[in-house]
């Protein structure tokens, strides 16, 4: 057994590693040395935690049971697991931690003895506040992924799913959590402790639904932090150092995370937390689309473009994910090269289904990190470009968000594609995007569609291109 200085010390190396690596993930150039720092101070974390257990008993056993079980099945799930499934995975991660703070928190409630937190009905009040909050908010943390997860997976409706008087429903329900939390610490009733559970595993539902496909990123983020927090939270219950550590840095990071990309899609911070933001009378059930011309064209006509250009922007998108297709784009950008044009490639901060998507997908084709800029960096650059090769990415590219104010995604900063001498957009189909909505990209007179499976596109392109 490690005495407590040992293991203090031992859980503050650990949190100095996990600072590190949130160091390591903010660029992608170093976010292969910043996992390797939090899978090592993962690792000393959870090394600590058994060697502190005094007594290697029967229920020690299991636990570790338990922990080869789940560590195979997640080692099993992240080897298995496509790129473009990543954000469902990670939705369903933050599920899993919000339901371990309340299993956790029923736990010292129904034997706080086992906790060193007192007795039933007598707990210490310090650690009740903690424990129910902990339990609160891994109990929004579940269902609210839950939710998110079945977006993300097509299973429930992208669009957002409002009615009237939800955005009071939601703030009576909160104010109520204060309230029974407040009983909850007064009286320490075990029916009031379950009520209080239920109505955060509802406000967890209702929370996420009224939110749309297209701001969906922005809502795996908020649940990140939402998981750092319920962690710490029981991390105090625990006298855990190393989980309250690890909770604070999940959840302050995420929300400032979140603060960010809110700011970039010009998105309020506030509505994100209470829900039903990007939520407007249109809808994708709503909208009427009108027939509307489009011009399509084949690989031999976006080789012809390209062959002729100086500079070439590329966009990348989800469909460049489900395809798999960035190994090919790297491909046919090598040969653009050859020819001395110029290439770089567009990232918006929410293209995908979660922050970091695209360029985790460049990263694994090796494409070089100076050829990647942000909206922001390279927006102006469009107007000066030659072509534009969108390939998958469409609410993140649709103008309609400058021009109509009762889109869903209105005022969301976008990607001027349309400035471009000429557009060539991959898609399948004339399909709407995440957010349910109609790309007006399509149907502009610089825009040329190339209906196809973007890996198979880029690979013909590529071959016209030699």
């Not at 993930?25 to 939090?38: D, I, Y």
């Not at 409002?162 to 109520?176: E, R, V």
């Not at 379950?194 to 109505?199: R, T």
């Amino acid at each position: 057994m490690l005495s407590a200085n040992l293991s203090a010390i031992f859980y503050l190396i650990s949190g100095v590693l996990f600072i590190l690596a949130l160091r390591g993930l903010s660029s992608p150039e170093t976010s292969r040395q910043g996992n390797f720092f939090g899978i090592i101070g993962m690792i000393i974390a959870i090394t600590v935690t058994f060697l502190s257990i005094g007594n290697f008993s029967t229920g020690f056993i299991f636990v570790l049971i338990f922990l080869l079980v789940g560590g195979l099945i997640g080692a099993f799930i992240a080897y298995k697991i496509p790129m473009t499934a990543m954000p469902e995975l990670v939705a369903g991660f933050h599920s899993l931690v919000g339901l371990a703070a309340v299993f956790v928190a029923i736990s010292a409630f129904l034997n706080p003895e086992a906790f060193n937190l007192g007795s039933i009905g007598n707990i210490k009040l310090g650690s009740l506040i903690e424990m129910s909050i902990g339990a609160a908010v891994g109990a929004i943390t579940f269902s609210g992924s839950i939710i998110a997860f079945l977006k993300l997976q097509g299973i429930m409706s992208g669009s957002p799913l409002t009615f009237k008087g939800q955005h009071l429903l939601n703030a009576i329900i909160l104010i109520s959590i204060i309230v029974l939390i407040y009983l909850l610490c007064l009286t320490q009733s075990p029916n009031i402790f379950w009520i209080l559970l239920a109505v955060s595993f509802l406000i967890g539902f209702l929370l996420i639904i009224p939110i749309g496909g297209a701001d969906m990123p922005v809502v795996i983020s908020m649940l990140n932090s939402y998981s750092g927090w319920a962690a710490a939270g029981i991390g105090f219950t625990l006298e855990n150092t190393a989980l309250i550590i690890t909770g604070a840095l999940v959840g302050s990071s995420g929300a400032i995370l979140s603060y960010i990309m809110c700011k970039g899609m010009n998105r309020s911070f506030f509505n994100v937390i209470l829900g039903g933001f990007g939520a407007t009378e249109q809808s994708a059930s709503s909208i009427n689309k009108e027939q509307r011309p489009v011009k399509s064209g084949n690989a031999d006509d976006a080789a012809f473009l390209m062959k002729n250009a100086s500079s070439v922007i590329i966009v990348p998108g989800y469909g460049m994910a489900v395809a798999q297709a960035q190994h090919a784009l790297r491909e046919m950008v090598d040969t653009l090269k050859k020819n001395d044009i110029k290439v770089s490639y567009a990232i918006h901060p929410v293209a995908g289904r979660m922050p970091g998507h695209m360029n985790v997908l460049l990263a694994e084709a090796n494409v070089p990190y100076d050829e990647v800029f942000e909206l922001e960096e390279i927006n102006n650059d469009f107007a000066n470009a030659d072509v534009a090769f969108v390939i998958g990415a469409n609410d993140v590219t649709n103008p309609v968000a400058k021009t109509d104010p009762q889109s869903p995604i209105y005022g969301m900063p976008v990607l001027d594609v349309e400035k471009c001498k000429s557009v060539l957009f991959v898609k399948r189909s004339l399909s709407p995007g995440y957010a349910g909505i109609d790309n007006d990209l399509f149907y502009k007179e610089n825009t040329l569609m190339l209906f196809a499976d973007a890996k198979k596109m880029t690979e013909d392109i590529t071959k016209n291109l030699n």
